[in-house]
């Protein structure tokens, strides 16, 4: 899967594989599960994709973090 380097503060990266959004942070890559297309594409067109994530994602969609390899 693709992801979308953003201009943000907070988010690194951004991608979708046909469910679940992928968020990259300073701090490690998230999942949100069961996340629409239309929720992607506005979070791709946001301002803010920080403000965005906490108006529209966090707290509103289980998450795990992703456990990356070195």
Known sequence: MEMIK???????????DGKDLHVQYAGGT???ENVSKELFEDLKKAESKGKFMNDFVKGTY????????K
Do not use: C, T
Not at 62 to 69: A, G, M, Q, T
């Open 6 to 16: 953003v201009n943000s503060s907070n988010v690194i990266a951004i991608g979708y």
């Open 30 to 32: 998230y999942v949100y």
């Open 62 to 69: 289980k998450y795990h973090r992703l456990i990356e390899s």
